[in-house]
């Protein structure tokens, strides 16, 4: 079984900054994409940012110059460094992986999600 888990949110001042954790574990070959979402109450779930394996990082507008998403892909982790944040980035955080099984099986997949409260 292949799954994603994540760690990191809470809740933080506004200017703050928090880190977000996610680890894929299991029967994995590769792990070609890994990215953040977002989903804030009443709003359709969003990209935050994006890592393809051998690219250049790709982050929503609203969060460019604030947010950075980096991984380690020795232990198939993905990480997001959010700094200076503002009200409007509370939201759930999901982590997403497209991932290649050892019995070579491709899956997109989901975390469980974590909340980030920013308060005012």
């Known amino acids: 079984q292949v799954q994603l888990v994540e760690s990191g949110g809470g809740l933080v001042q506004a200017g703050g900054s928090l880190r977000l954790s996610c680890a894929a574990s299991g029967r994995i070959f590769s792990v070609n994409v890994m990215g953040w979402y977002r989903q804030a109450p009443g709003k359709l779930r969003e990209l935050v940012a994006l890592?393809?394996?051998?690219?250049?990082?790709n982050y929503a507008d609203s969060v460019k110059g604030r947010f950075t998403i980096s991984r380690d892909n020795a232990k198939n982790m993905v990480y997001l460094q959010m700094d200076s944040l503002k009200p409007e980035d509370t939201a759930v955080y999901y982590c997403?992986?497209?991932?290649?099984?050892?019995?070579?099986?491709?899956?997109?997949?989901w975390g469980q999600g974590t909340l980030v409260t920013v308060s005012s």
């Open positions: 890592s393809i394996s051998g690219g250049t990082p």
């Open positions: 997403n992986a497209r991932i290649v099984t050892t019995t070579f099986r491709h899956l997109e997949l």
